[in-house]
């Protein structure tokens, strides 16, 4: 399970209330280690991440996003439905002697 914490910062698409709710969720493990890596790398809550990603996907902004073709001069692999960390990578490099 996951608290929802108070947003850290503002985000441009506010809550049409203009407040923030905490309540009690069920979220899969996968689903809250991803939004706690991404929330890591922005350094923002969970909470505020998990809020993001639900409004983009309310408001339809996912399937936007799914045409892409390249990240940062990158084309991403097509999801496979396991989450890759970064301290699997960093075992993975330890491993290689990278």
Excluded: W
């Amino acid at each position: 399970m996951l608290v929802l914490d108070k947003m850290m910062r503002h985000h441009h698409d506010a809550l049409t209330s203009g407040g923030i709710m905490r309540t009690t969720i069920d979220i899969e493990d996968d689903v809250l280690a991803a939004a706690k890596e991404l929330a890591r790398a922005q350094n923002v809550s969970a909470g505020y991440i998990v809020s993001k990603l639900v409004r983009e996907a309310l408001a339809g902004h996912q399937q936007g996003r799914a045409g892409k073709k390249h990240v940062a001069g990158f084309r991403p692999f097509p999801a496979r439905g396991s989450l890759v960390t970064n301290e699997q990578i960093n075992a993975l490099r330890d491993q290689e002697g990278i």
